[in-house]
């Protein structure tokens, strides 16, 4: 308790010696000299602040309350509090984690544990008896200030965050902006700080109030108490609940699961019991939420399960990838063996029985072969780290940045061993040596698609940044892109080694023309995204690759068609994660779902 409150509110006081002071004196000191009021908690990508002449570092600001918060632990601990641990939102990076710790620092608390606030929500729900199997996935939608949804997968291990979204405009603040202005008829008030935020408490308090209340007087500093009804609040409602229903949606499309594939929609925060919530949500998503009780601190008592030992046997987890995930893993690699067998039957032996032995073989089908083999096995780069971390006892490997890091280097050394073995195969088979092209045609191509995983590895290892989606949805492949690239090499060397019949030669003519204009077209697509680009762009681009069809063209089309996937790769990696910005819903970008 806090001056008799279950909660201590974030408002804060700067006095003339520059301490920051809480709770009950704040409201004393403000009458006095209202302009040293702090209403709004401070945030990380603040700086120091101003008040009145007096320097206050916003390291102080932020920790000031928590050092209230551990001075009444402390009492009632009866000593010092040796395990602690503070909920932060999922979506925060290093640099704010960073921050959260100097700010515990500052307060007095030693190496804290942070917990994601959806992660301790879901050991909560654990630990009081819901089931969440190993396998299974949930969302927790936190709903305070703003609102922060996240989607969870329960492993053997602990629970991992899939894909989570932040709107700071879907949460009670909107609420409370929009009641207050109904109440005002959208005009400002003119008051002091201190009557600003009495008003702003006053409106919150009225909101939470209308929940179960048909009407409430309002009091408004310099004016008569205004009525507040049911109708005004559902007003106000209806476009938060809409937004976080919409919310719920995209961030289940983000990891790349239907509503089907949940468990359950879990509400906590002070903005769970909003009227309407649930039916927006179920409308979007085909299931009804659940708020979990005493939402305000489902996360806080949560976080202490984090590591508890839940009761029941081992379980073993297997990992099934999502079907549209699957047909990304597959379709590259099916296109890869086609393409390498296509290679080998066709390819024309000459002077078999001569020292000038030589063989037309389709360096282009060879090098698109080694691509569509890299694409695959980067596709399946998250599946592959889960399979390895499941069987290492290294503790890096149980963190998503270190699995997705390894992962992505074993698809790479995978890959890169297929279209090295393609070499080999074809050179033996023929009885050629390995290097006399086809190592040359099979590795040096995919070198530009290599770098650009080894960054991505790297960007995962640091967790510098997850990308919008999650690392599954940045490994997909452009699965008609390659299916475009496939059938065209086929085509180009069926019409270059099919027996040229007078009544066919034009039929097979046609067809190598065709393959090209598909090549072409596979390079748009790659590199191209929105459709009537697409249309523009490729009706040059495949007429220039249906006109230079030729035997000696086909490597040249595959090594551009190389080139395309690694361009396209490279402006996803730059867009989604080196450069990524944070529009609204900001992905791994939010401010926490819960109030100050």
Known sequence: MFDGL??????GYVNADGQVW??????????EQPARLIPIPRRPADGDLVVEGTEVEAVELAAAPLRRVVAEAELLAGGPVADVRLVVPAGWGPRRRTWIRQVAHRAGLVRPRLVEAPVAVAQLLLATGVQLPVGSFAVVCDIGAGAELTVLRRGTTGFEVLATLADSGAGGSAVDESLRAALTNGQEVQASGADRWALAESVRVAKEALVSH??????????????????????????????????????????ELTGGDLVGIYCVGGSAHLPHLGVAIAERTGITPTVVVDPQLA???????????????????????PVRRAVAIAVPGFASLCLFWQCIVTAEKNNALSVYYWVDFNWGGLTLAAVSALLACLAAGTV??????????APDLRTEGGRVSVGILAALCLGTAIAGLYAVVAAQYFG???????????????????????????VAARQWRTPHGGWSALLAVPTGSVVAATLGMGLIQYSLTADRWPR??????????????????????????????????????????????????????????????AVWWAARVWMRVIRSTAPAPRAFVGAPGGGG
Not at 24 to 30: L, P, T
Not at 234 to 254: F, G, I, K, S, Y
């Open 6 to 11: 279950p909660f201590l509110p974030s408002v």
């Open 22 to 31: 809480t709770g009950q004196r704040v409201w004393q000191a403000v009458v």
């Open 214 to 255: 048909p009407a409430v007087a309002v009091p408004i500093a310099g004016q008569a108490p205004v009525i507040a009804n049911r109708a005004m609040l559902e007003e106000a409602v209806t476009p938060v609940v809409r937004r976080v229903a919409d919310l719920v949606q995209q961030t289940v499309a983000a990891a």
């Open 299 to 321: 996360a806080a008592r949560g976080a202490a399960e984090v590591g508890a030992v839940v009761p029941g046997p081992p379980q073993v987890e297997v990992t099934v990838p």
């Open 384 to 393: 592959l780290g889960s399979l390895i971390a499941a069987r290492s006892p």
């Open 432 to 458: 050629l040596p390995v290097g006399g092209g086809f190592l040359r045609w099979a590795l040096w191509p995919i070198v530009p698609v290599a770098v650009i995983a080894v960054v991505m590895a790297v």
């Open 504 to 565: 066919l030669v034009l039929w097979i003519d046609l067809a190598g023309r065709v393959g090209g204009l598909l090549l072409g077209v596979a390079v748009v697509m790659a590199l191209v995204r929105p459709l009537m680009f697409r249309l523009i762009v490729s009706a040059p681009v495949a007429v220039i690759g249906a006109a230079i069809v030729n035997r000696q063209a086909t490597g040249i089309l595959a090594v551009g068609y190389a080139l395309a996937v």
